[in-house]
């Protein structure tokens, strides 16, 4: 075994003369090594002037961050720590950068990197933040905020990247979502555990996701495949949900109001928003307090003023509305028990989530006889009913998820108006409508390192 | 006169003077250094761009110019002072809307420093740090060198530091910084406003204004291309301008705002930027109106949007995205993500004005 110092010198060394030594060492293999002894300005010149091919090996301890700590964006480097529970990256006193690790690409380039086997705790803003990658692979990592009382918006945030692979991870507590992957093209979440967080898993924006195997828990939604307008990449398309389990997502809604995870009802399996092409089979989704899953397209979220509404607004090439969304084989148990119970512990009472659990409540009146309120819960699959004129596809089609009968919604909102805001006199059981089949999806191919 | 273009003459006699003064540093014999890669010395003297002499940032080359630019990025109410040198016999290339063309070999200084009271320039400037890019290869470069405290030597720091710094400032309000050396990558993480790392000022839209020279005052754009390091620049007067945002006589509150938002926000809120992918867009030429967060939702800003529908709601600065988070100095709330604890508060009057007079509404 190196002697302790020894390795101290050696990190100091790297401190000043990281970018001199670097470029000499192209070699694979070049192992950089990092402990908790060493200063964070230290620590952050290893990460800074990381070359081409390296690894940087984060000894096992806790590391205290004041800033941001931004990695390096020369080709395929390792972050590897001595395991999730071993290695923690502490940014419970942050007073700089908004985010913790951070790697930012520049557009055009061509840059992997893989994370692994640490942890990163408490940070300001978002925890591991990768813009641009085009092979990003996260593994055995946790992002959580145990001792931070607001917490950051993302978990694991890759956006705008390429050929992303994120498994056996877990995200805890994020106000937006745990582990998010946006704007991005290939994409495989595997394995995760995500909890506690607004939404637990959510692709936007996005081309090409396989998003199984996961468990989704203690969140406000177990997953969204949302596409948004007015970002630089639009016209999400071709996701695969499948395999999962979204159980107990039953926490209140405590996104920052103006965010667009603010709008979803706390106890929601998972939504589908304005994507083309979305395949949700084999997983299972229980005890969902308000719906166990929806479909709905942007006006339901943002609303259908031609003059205020974003989904008017959206950048060329924005379909506002869900197509071929395919749920099939999925397994629903005790789903849409109480669609107003997670909002009636938010300490916010007027939270914009409210608006659309209390939508839901108007729809499925518990009381016996009731026409809504069918076997004693909000039907298990429900979409918003609203279609693009000529859009040529069907937007949803829902088979074999359960036997019983009014297990599919369509809630009306092409009929809904201001004036007569009671869900229960426009929604319809019509599930043999879309009781339609679609070819199944192609995998993703699994991004390999 | 107004103050921000005082604080120009003042800081531009000090660098010319500097210029001419080769007998009291005792670095002055050495030559610029001309850099061929990304490597870079352990210590600025070693660069022999500029050193601290009697307390002003010194250039020790009669070939290095100092410059201004008409609005700069605030950073904590720092004082600022910016030199570039070209290698001898090489000339920048002129661009009407991007950075001009800087030959290989190209070195620029940065240096940043405090007063303890703004308001009084008598008292010593506390110089924190200098910073140093350079164009190797085709490629820009960056490294923060870090003053001692006696102001005798700077030495590089790659991984950043982030240091209180308390001071009065010129309002004669008594701020707490938590100034940020920025680590080697957060330079980069600001300076990619097109893509590939690359200067942000250094273009004619702000360089465009006079320069108290020793040779006394001259448009810069003038000077560079009279000495023979700029080829191609129109008059002046054909040359784009974006008006000094401190200034009321400068502009119109829209154009003064509108340079503001792009010295302070355009390099990363750009179409390839780093911060390209929310889809806002603060550069000054910008005309979409959505781009330009008109009625455009934050995207991912989770707690950094506190609560408010829209980045800009015309005539409802206060339920608008971009002062808020201007005026927070909160890590995970305050914008520019990095590079300002304290908040530029005749910034945020601004953009509040600008939104304020903005027609229309959202809903």
């Not at chain 1, 990190?11 to 192992?31: M, R």
Request: charged share 15%; proline share 7%.
């Amino acid at each position: 075994m190196r002697h302790p110092l020894r390795r101290l010198a050696c990190g100091l060394v790297l401190a000043w003369f990281a970018a001199a030594c670097s470029s000499e060492n192209n070699s694979n293999n070049n192992v950089v090594n990092v402990d908790p002894s060493m200063s964070e300005t230290a620590i952050a010149s290893a990460f800074s002037g990381a070359a081409a091919n390296s690894t940087i090996q984060m000894a096992a301890g806790t590391y205290k961050f004041n800033n941001s700590l931004n990695l390096s964006t020369k080709d395929n480097i390792t972050v590897k720590g001595a395991g999730m529970t071993s290695t923690i990256l502490d940014f419970s006193g942050q007073s700089a950068g908004a985010d913790g690790l951070v790697q930012t690409i520049g557009a055009g380039q061509t840059v992997k990197v893989i994370f692994h086997d640490f942890s990163i705790r408490d940070t300001a803003g978002d925890g591991l933040k990768i813009t641009g990658g085009t092979g990003v692979h996260v593994f055995n990592v946790g992002v959580s905020w145990p001792t931070r009382q607001q917490h950051g918006g993302y978990g694991i945030y890759p956006v705008s990247c390429k050929n992303v692979l994120i498994e056996m991870s877990s995200a805890d507590g994020a106000s937006d979502t745990g582990i998010y992957v946006g704007q991005s093209d290939t994409i495989v979440v595997r394995n995760n555990v995500v909890t506690n967080n607004v939404s637990g898993i959510e692709i936007e924006n996005s081309f090409n996701a396989d998003v199984t195997a996961n468990d989704s828990h203690g969140n406000t939604v177990g997953f969204l495949v949302f596409d948004l307008p007015s970002l630089p990449q639009v016209g999400g398309h071709h996701v695969r949900v499948y395999a999962n389990q979204f159980h107990d997502n039953n926490h209140y809604n405590f996104g920052d109001p103006s965010g667009t995870v603010a709008l979803v009802p706390g106890g929601t399996g998972g939504a589908v928003m304005a994507n083309t092409e979305v395949e949700i089979f084999n997983n299972t989704f229980t005890n969902n307090q308000a719906i166990g899953f929806a479909a709905i397209s942007c006006f339901a979220a943002f609303g259908g003023d031609p003059q205020t509404s974003p989904c008017f607004h959206a950048t060329s090439g924005y379909n506002p509305f869900p197509k071929n969304v395919n749920v099939h084989d999925n397994t629903f148990t005790g789903n849409g028990t109480n669609p107003l119970g997670p909002a009636s512990s938010n300490p916010d009472p007027t939270h914009p989530s409210l608006a659309l659990a209390e939508l839901l409540a108007s729809g499925f009146p518990p009381g016996a006889g009731d026409p809504g309120w069918h076997n004693g819960h909000v039907s298990n699959v429900a979409f918003d009913g609203i279609i693009g004129i000529g859009s040529g596809s069907t937007p949803i089609c829902a088979t074999n998820n359960g036997t019983e009968t009014f297990n599919f919604a369509n809630l009306h909102l092409d009929q809904f108006t201001p004036q007569t805001p009671n869900l229960n006199a426009i929604l319809e059981f019509d599930q043999a409508q879309f009781a339609c089949s679609l070819p199944a999806l192609s995998p993703v191919p699994v991004p390999t390192f | 006169m107004p103050r921000a273009v005082r604080l120009v003459v003042a800081s531009a006699a000090f660098l010319a003077l500097a210029a001419c003064s080769s007998s009291s540093s005792s670095s002055a014999a050495c030559t610029p250094r001309v850099p061929t890669d990304e490597t870079f010395p352990s210590t600025l003297a070693e660069w022999c761009q500029v050193t601290l002499d009697g307390g002003e940032v010194t250039a020790l080359s009669s070939d290095i110019v100092p410059f201004t630019l008409t609005t700069p990025l605030y950073s904590d109410g720092a004082i600022k002072r910016r030199t570039v040198r070209l290698p001898p016999g090489t000339v920048a290339s002129y661009d009407d809307a991007g950075v001009l063309g800087f030959p290989n070999g190209t070195v620029f200084t940065k240096s940043f420093g405090f007063r303890d009271d703004a308001r009084n320039t008598a008292l010593p400037i506390h110089w924190v740090e200098t910073r140093i890019q350079w164009r190797a290869a085709g490629t820009w470069n960056y490294m923060a060198y870090r003053w001692n405290a006696a102001g005798t030597e700077a030495t590089a720091l790659q991984g950043g530091e982030v240091v209180p710094i308390s001071y009065v400032d010129v309002d004669g309000a008594s701020q707490n910084a938590r100034y940020l050396v920025p680590s080697q990558l957060q330079c980069e993480q600001c300076h990619s406003e097109s893509g590939p790392v690359a200067p942000i000022g250094p273009k004619a839209r702000w360089l465009n204004t006079d320069y108290a020279y020793a040779s006394g005052p001259e448009n810069q754009l003038a000077h560079w291309t009279r000495i023979g390091i700029l080829s191609g620049a129109p008059d002046p007067a054909n040359a784009p301008r974006l008006p000094v945002a401190s200034d009321p006589d400068a502009g119109t509150v829209e154009q003064r705002a509108r340079s503001y938002l792009e010295a302070n926000c355009g390099f990363c809120h750009s179409p390839a930027g780093n911060a390209r992918v929310t889809g806002l867009y603060l550069q000054a030429t910008v005309t979409d109106s959505i781009q330009l967060g008109i009625c455009k939702r934050p995207v991912a800003a989770g707690p950094g949007a506190g609560g408010r529908p829209y980045d800009v709601f015309p005539g409802q600065p206060d339920a608008s995205v971009i002062p808020y988070r201007m005026s927070s100095t909160e890590p995970a709330v305050a914008m520019p993500q990095i590079g300002r604890s304290v908040v530029d508060t005749h910034g945020v009057e601004l953009v509040t004005q600008w939104i304020q007079e903005l027609p229309g509404t959202c809903q």
